[in-house]
């Protein structure tokens, strides 16, 4: 499938801002899932952008202004196409042991809650386990814009009920990790079948299974990724896979507004031409 994205962050500040500095986790990297035809990074003022790589092996591009800023807009495009490998990550970047995925985090720290509600899976086969936990918190947790923020844990998440995608996501690497189970965060991007314009990019789970590797699986909607979801960056959970981190020296008061389309350039030509 050939998936065009066009995504944009803008930040618009109460007063000039000194300094920003900014990591982008916005580059998706090639695989045998998923070929980068081609992507750019862009902003609209005079700043700077390095480009490296982190512990995780996510693309990262630190973003310095030089001047004052009264607005900062982030773009980043590009074309990607992608292929259907039933959840299954191939196996072609991996930088560190999936040992490192069973750490404990401030957003994932397991309680009782957690605890109780993973045991229900235990006795089952990896693969199923892992189906059945996906299936269970989708179930359990009902997608809903604006009751969590990125700060909510997934205990809280879990006791409220509610949460986004972002929130479903913490919730399965919670548990996975307490059945042992290695789990990581992914960001990236979904070519819904409703829409070409969303609000936000999107977020889900991925977990070590000794006879495949890592397989992703997005409990907000309850299946495993297809060829219409492109990864960007993977962490041990949000923070370390956010699209956009950073801080601004002065500016005062800070509004953010985001701004994403993704289509399928294939339809998308075949009605450009009918």
């Not at 005079?46 to 607005?71: I, K």
């Not at 109780?116 to 299936?135: G, I, K, N, Q, Y």
């Not at 009920?161 to 991007?189: E, K, L, N, T």
Request: charged share 20%; proline share 4%.
């Amino acid at each position: 499938m050939r998936i065009q994205i066009d995504h944009a962050t803008t930040y618009a500040y109460d007063r000039a801002a000194r300094f920003i500095i900014q990591s982008l986790r916005l580059t998706p990297r090639s695989s045998e899932a998923q070929q980068v035809r081609h992507w750019a990074v862009e902003t609209d003022v005079d700043a700077r952008l390095h480009r490296s790589e982190d512990a995780f092996g996510n693309v990262v591009h630190t973003l310095y202004t030089e001047q004052p800023t009264q607005s900062l807009t982030v773009r980043v495009s590009g074309e990607v196409i992608t292929s259907d490998t039933g959840g299954v990550v191939p196996p072609d970047q991996e930088t560190l042991s999936p040992l490192v995925f069973l750490r404990d985090t401030a957003l994932t720290r397991r309680d009782k809650l957690i605890s109780v509600f993973a045991s229900e899976f235990s006795a089952h086969p990896p693969l199923d386990r892992m189906h059945r936990l996906m299936t269970a918190i989708h179930g359990s947790v009902a997608f809903e814009v604006g009751v969590t923020t990125p700060t909510h844990t997934a205990a809280e998440v879990l006791a409220l009920g509610r949460g986004v995608c972002q929130d479903h996501a913490h919730v399965f690497i919670a548990c996975a990790r307490q059945m042992g189970v290695p789990a990581r965060y992914v960001s990236g991007h979904l070519l819904r079948r409703d829409t070409q314009d969303q609000e936000a990019a999107h977020a889900w789970a991925e977990a070590w299974l000794d006879d495949l590797g890592w397989v992703g699986f997005d409990p907000a909607n309850g299946i495993c990724p297809t060829d219409r979801y492109v990864r960007v960056a993977t962490g041990l959970d949000y923070l370390g896979a956010a699209p956009v981190r950073g801080a601004s020296y002065g500016g005062g008061g800070e509004r953010l507004a985001v701004r994403l389309t993704v289509r399928d350039a294939d339809m998308q030509q075949s009605q450009q031409q009918a």
